[in-house]
């Protein structure tokens, strides 16, 4: 049923809360086990924290949420299949740069350019990294020989203790601002260590050839419209959830002007959010105590077009990376044949901070002067400059990822899989796979309706 169908009828085997890709992806596992399902919407489109808009410019899609994907992301190749959403490999032809300031490095992409004399330091950081991420297994963290140590200290704190130059911790703690869009100051080592090992390690993460960052969508979003067009039941938006009420009979499930009657609920929501719901009766303590320790990552996201590449002529892949928190990455976002310049420029975590309280002027011009440090004078006039801040859309108030402060790993996180009764839970922030990106999220829903569907 389309999403701007709605239904008379509001008895449901499952209602889902979130129409991202988590909540949708629940419903598509769902719908072909034969339940009816309700997907409850609070925003007026489907695809939580992927965004996609039509760039006439360009006569095609551009991503302001969600869109790289690794090579091993199955779930998400098979959607980009079915949907036919357009998928192109990583640019990498060229130079790579690193800002540093407003003096720049250029090496081959993935040689680390501007941190050669740190290389030696980096290594053995990255081996030690490794070494403890040998001792994480996914399904159970809080079971490594060190996990009270690893909880009880930030991110930040490890890199303290086991980096000495600047240069090699600026790099290592780039990590988590780019992946999770996560301060180190603000994560748990231990927390730290396992969204690592759910994406396979921090160089995969990051690898633009078969890893992290090998391709990209042009149309992310149109996942989500796919999947909430072939939903056996209802897909409701501009529906915000209030309130969430669970009795023998099974569950109710009250926005401001319908209610919905279930046998069960799959919440699909980061933390942040579903703080803002009412329970009844209340969440336990250790749930209520675990959303109130997840928050959101801050992610600010800019697509800028051109009239042509102009970096490739100067022999750049169009690849940058900050050692001063300036910006977390510009990836190029052609391909090989592009007539015109599209590029994408991230600012996670402490980068974005910046962006967050800044006027418009200032944010777009803060933006730019990143774009000409690393690409030159020529960007700083784009065609166009679409900027996202997930840190001000009202129903994400954030982006990237959830991720868990010190202490939570260790005290609940053997719980956090668990219903709460008839109440189920998803999200890439709780996927044993890729968390923080859009595989994990698929991975999460599917993992939740299979825990409805097992209780028959």
Sequence with gaps: MNPNQTSEQTTFDTIIIGAGLSGLYAARVLSKAGQRVAVLEARDRVGGLTCSQYNEYLGEYIDLGGAWLADNHARMHELVQEFNVPLIRQFVTGQEVTVDGETCHTGNVGSFPGRQAALPELQTAIAKLESALAGIDIDAPWNHAKADEFDAMTFAAWIEQNVETPATREFIAISTNAYFGVMPTEVSFLETLHLFKTCGDIIFMGDTHTGGQAAHMMGSQLVSEGL???????????????RIIQNDQGVIVECDETTWQGKQVICALPPVMINRLEFEPMLPAYRRAFHQRCPIGRYTKAILTYETPFWREQGLSGIATSLDNGMTGIFDLGDTESKH???????????????????????????????????????????????????????????????????TLTTIGDRLWQPCGRIYWAGTHLSRVWRGYMEGACASGEAAAKAVLSCG
């Design 341 to 407: 310049g599209v590029i994408s420029i991230l600012f996670g975590g402490e980068p974005s901070v910046r962006l967050d309280d800044a006027s418009e002027t200032e944010r777009d011009q803060i933006i730019l002067d990143q774009v000409v440090y690393a690409l030159g004078e020529l960007g700083r006039h784009p065609v166009e400059m679409v900027v996202q801040q997930w840190v001000n859309e009202h129903w994400s108030q954030g982006g990237a990822c959830s991720y868990m402060t010190t202490g």
């Design 228 to 242: 909430a067009a072939t939903v056996n039941g209802v897909v409701s938006l501009s529906s915000p959830v209030r």
